[in-house]
């Protein structure tokens, strides 16, 4: 198994312990703690990819698995941060519409990478689902710092600018993968 491929199962090994560094409220700065790990764990979806082009070592396991671990961490994260703890909640209400706008375009665009599968074909992350997964980390990390360091509620403000944001290019990203890649649905 080569190195990308690795970063990707550490990745998804990284999920647990983010987690669980989230629910355990008696280690101070908790959320600071998972957003550290959150970070880690995101900074291996950049760094596989980027090692897999630059050494010609990409391979379809790695086309496959890559996607499928970042919507776990993600999904991950965005699902336990609309828990409340100690009856706060990380990500509001009304952020449920994002949260679920984001999922339902995970399991949608995950779907259609099954189907293309099945017909033998792979469809790699596309520049706009960079971006999307890109600002939708960034939206995380800054949500459970805030929760830890509030600032006055700025913090927690930005992270829904960005989560907003984050699920507007998650419905950009979403049709442009499935018009770019339309024949998956012919015969």
């Known amino acids: 198994m080569n190195l990308p491929n690795k970063l990707t199962i550490l990745r998804i090994v990284m999920i647990p312990v983010f987690v669980a560094l989230f629910y355990i409220s008696v280690v101070p700065c908790h959320f600071i703690l998972s957003a550290v790990v959150f970070a880690l764990a995101a900074f291996t ?9 630059k050494y010609n070592i990409v391979t ?6 890559d996607p499928i671990a970042d919507k776990v961490l993600v999904s991950s994260a965005l699902i336990v941060m609309l828990v409340p ?8 209400s009304y952020g449920a ?32 689902g960079k971006i999307k997964t890109f600002v ?6 800054v949500l459970l710092v ?4 509030p600032l006055n509620g ?22 442009e993968c499935i018009v770019k890649n339309k024949a998956v649905l012919k015969g």
């Open 85 to 92: 703890i100690a009856g706060n909640l990380i990500i509001p």
């Open 60 to 65: 379809d396991l790695g086309k496959f698995l």
């Open 136 to 141: 939708t980390d960034i939206a995380i990390v």
């Open 146 to 149: 805030g929760a830890d360091i």
């Open 154 to 175: 700025y913090m927690n403000l930005a992270g829904l600018i960005l989560l907003g944001i984050a699920t507007v290019l998650t419905i950009i990203s979403g049709i």
């Open 97 to 128: 519409i994002a949260v679920a706008i984001i999922l339902a375009r995970e399991l949608v665009v995950s779907g259609f990478r099954m189907v293309a599968a099945s017909k033998g074909m792979v469809i790699a992350a596309d520049k706009s």
């Open 45 to 53: 979806d950049f760094l596989d990819g980027y090692i897999a082009r």
